[in-house]
């Protein structure tokens, strides 16, 4: 699938699974709590589909604008309602009724993070071992003395199979300014700790690099360039490259392993390129188009080919991370929490710049990410619908009016005042909030757009 499509395809997959458990989290428990529930949509603006089941009251509605949902529910302050049907109404129900209602979406996002990082580990997420490779010297990992062929095994006491676990460890330190104990195993296999202090990263950084900005590599074999596998209608394929073609040089370029070949079709989508490659012996020169593809690193050139990789090479760096199924839910339980937390330091640091504001997304980076993830095979896929419902989740908790942080702050305003705020007070504060969400959404965008064309 186009790359552009295949983003678009995905995103709107993954916007309609995540507003479809947010909403369902709001409509199951107003029914369960007596609330007459008018509609529940998932999307805004005209109905494209919608439907009523035998013996029920809800309408159920697909709408054109892919971007969020609503539930309806019976409410005096919206429409005028018949006397028999008040005790239904959701203004009607006590306070706490009304809070659960409110936080059950939230609570239904958080849920399913749960269950798809269950389904996940369960299944095994594959990952590269986090063996160190070039260690820049005048940086925080080159002063903490770490060395090429290091094994990072735990950071901070927790065990890190993966590089993915190393990052998202270092991360959720950096952001509080720690001193991190690392441990590892040395190319002698001998167990040392060593100690980054992130107190001394400057501020602003683009932790979305955090490895490269603190020094540390990953360690990468060092691949003949020689062409292992093609795909079917790739530009490689196309141009008449061939299984076990060695490639010597391109565009007067000499090459002498695969990373230099990869870097050098990347960095140029749509440009001719002449290859020269070696193949039986004789020396051929190809000319070839590397085609477009959009990732979350940008637009990168790509061409269909793949590196031939020795029996036994790539199972030294393989790892994966897996449990048994009553295991996995305790740890989906413990990762939940980690990327709350740390979405959560994240939104706190943006706010006192200590994390750059770029860091912030709109519906184009999230597009990206979902074509990418999807791309990698259904695991990561589901781990990235994992993530993006926890955002989702802790977005809507922030105490701004009209999302349902602001209700549940007026909720606990009532609690402590014993009556609701006027509407006066309500009111302001929803234009209040609307402000904010254009102000952020605006800022979304533009970070989007300056990724994108930057």
């Known amino acids: 699938m186009n790359g552009v499509l ?5 995103f709107i997959v993954a916007i309609g699974v995540l507003v479809t458990v947010h909403e369902f989290g709001h409509f199951i428990v107003a029914r369960r709590l007596g609330v007459k529930v008018l509609r529940f949509s998932v999307g805004f603006g005209m109905p494209l589909w919608s439907w009523r089941r035998r013996n029920d009251e809800t309408e159920y509605v697909i709408a054109a604008l892919p971007l969020g949902g609503y539930v309806q529910m019976l409410d005096e302050r919206e429409a005028p309602v018949k006397e028999e049907e008040l005790p239904r109404a959701f203004n009607r129900k006590p306070l706490g009724s009304r809070f659960a209602i409110v936080a ?4 239904f996002n958080f849920l399913f993070a749960i269950l798809a990082y269950w389904l996940v580990f369960v299944l095994g997420v594959d990952g590269i071992k986090p063996l160190v490779g070039e260690v820049n010297q005048d940086s925080l990992a080159g002063e903490a003395g770490f060395r090429t062929g290091d094994l990072i095994t735990r950071v901070d006491g927790r065990d890190t199979a993966t590089w993915n676990m190393v990052f998202l460890e270092l991360l959720n330190r950096s952001l509080g300014g720690e001193r991190v104990a690392v441990t590892v195993v040395d190319s002698d296999q001998v167990e040392r700790r060593r100690e980054l202090d992130f107190d001394r990263l400057p501020a602003g950084v683009d932790r979305s690099n955090l490895l490269q900005v603190i020094g540390l590599g990953m360690y990468r074999p060092r691949l003949e360039a020689v062409i292992g ?10 141009a008449g490259l061939r299984v076990g073609d060695r490639i010597l040089a391109v565009d007067g370029r000499p090459i002498a392993q695969w990373e230099e070949w990869v870097e050098y079709v990347r960095a140029r989508p749509e440009q001719d390129l002449d ?11 190809i000319g070839l188009r590397p085609q477009r593809v959009t990732t979350e690193q940008g637009d990168i050139g790509r061409i269909g080919a793949a590196v031939k990789i020795e029996a036994g090479q790539a199972d030294e760096l393989r790892a994966k991370e897996r449990y048994s199924a009553p295991t996995a839910l305790l740890v989906a339980a413990e990762r939940t929490w980690d990327m709350t937390w740390l979405t959560a330091k994240m939104l706190v640091s943006m706010v006192d710049g200590e994390v750059s504001a770029s860091n912030l997304g709109g519906p184009i980076r999230i597009a990206q990410y979902a074509g990418a993830s999807a791309d990698a095979g259904m695991v990561q896929f589901i781990g990235f619908l994992a993530l993006i419902s926890i955002s989702l989740g802790l977005l809507n908790l922030l105490p701004i009016p009209v ?8 909720y606990l305003i009532e609690l402590v005042k014993g009556s609701p705020l006027s509407e ?3 009111g302001f504060g929803q234009r209040i909030g609307i402000a904010l969400l254009i102000g952020v959404m605006i800022l979304a965008f533009y970070n989007d757009i300056v990724q994108l064309f930057g």
């Open 424 to 426: 006066e007070a309500q």
């Open 6 to 10: 295949s983003s678009v395809f995905f």
């Open 104 to 107: 059950a979406g939230p609570v």
């Open 229 to 238: 596998t093609l795909e079917p209608g790739g530009a490689a394929e196309q």
């Open 403 to 410: 999302l349902d942080g602001g209700h549940l702050l007026y």
């Open 275 to 285: 290859a020269r490659v070696e193949r039986g012996g004789e020396t051929i020169d």
